[in-house]
DNA sequence: TTGGTTGTTCGTTC
DNA sequence: TGAACGAACAACCA
């Protein structure tokens, strides 16, 4: 489930192959998914790659940047060229990790193609819940990155809010880039319980959540983002994260705490899985 | 076969 | 009036 960790992966991989690389047109395989018409980026390049929270974003110039949202199972896959014997020099996969990751291409799921002077760009997505548009207004209201503010603001953003802090930390609204994963875990490294409203932590927590927030991500960036534990052929072939070898609580239900006391214990919250230590987290 | 899973939207309730 | 809640969406897998 791409969170910022996994989308930021992609895009330091993809900047490195596909700046420069000029379009030459495009296919679009499932048009539910497309929002808008995209025939102004036609034989436009590629300035650089950016993110905002989990949206990638090519930016073909001034007021041209094409958003991707990878929702649960969106991928992208960027083939260079291939040379004169018909052999691909280079694949860059990233996302939702399935077998497409290997497989070749187009795929069963592939939803769009884009075709660049240099290479083809695939994205794919099991379901059609991702979306492609340029300009994303989702973009717009996305609150600020974790990385981009300080305690203070961090503990502006939640002291007035009601609600369970798990599920305030990842309305994209207040602060982008943070899901499921991450939230969880943060919670941990907060030791709060994820559903304290967010109004009523103490000092010492918003200030450890925070730091929590930020380590955690870190970490997923360092590890290259988190791949499910049933792609194993994946990660035998080099091309998933490994955050998940570093999970704090998240999938730990019923394993021993990190901090060695207390039983990691699951709960739905906000109709999504919840994992956390009744010991060290109140 | 049915239910669980996921991020975001949207309609409903408080 | 705004915040909070929960169902819906799609498709796969256990």
Known sequence: MPELPEIETVRLQLERVIKGAELQGFKVISPKIVRGNLD????????????????????????????????MTGQLIYEKIQDSRFKVQERIVGGHPTEDFVGP???????????????????????????????????????PEPFEIDEDRFLKLLVKLKRPIKLVLMEQGIIS????????????????????LANTLTAKQYHDLFEGVIKVLRDGI????ATAADAKYIDLRGLGGH??????VYGREGEECLRGDGIVNKFVLGGRGTYYCPKCQK
Not at 109 to 131: E, P, V
Not at 243 to 248: A, E, G, I, L, W
């Open 177 to 196: 880039g943070i899901g499921n994963i991450y939230a969880n875990d943060a919670c941990w490294e907060g030791k709060v319980n994820p559903r304290r």
């Open 40 to 71: 102004v980026l036609k034989y436009k390049s590629v300035k650089s790659v950016k993110r905002r929270g989990k949206v990638l974003l090519i930016d073909f110039g001034p007021g041209l940047l094409l958003g991707f949202h990878f929702k």
């Open 243 to 248: 955050y998940q070898d570093h999970f704090r």
């Open 105 to 143: 291409m187009p795929g069963k799921h592939t939803r769009a193609i884009f075709n660049f002077d240099k290479g083809t760009l695939y994205f794919n997505d099991q379901r059609l819940f991702g979306w492609i548009e340029i300009n994303p207004k989702f973009v717009e209201d996305l609150g």
């Open 222 to 225: 360092k590890y290259g983002g």
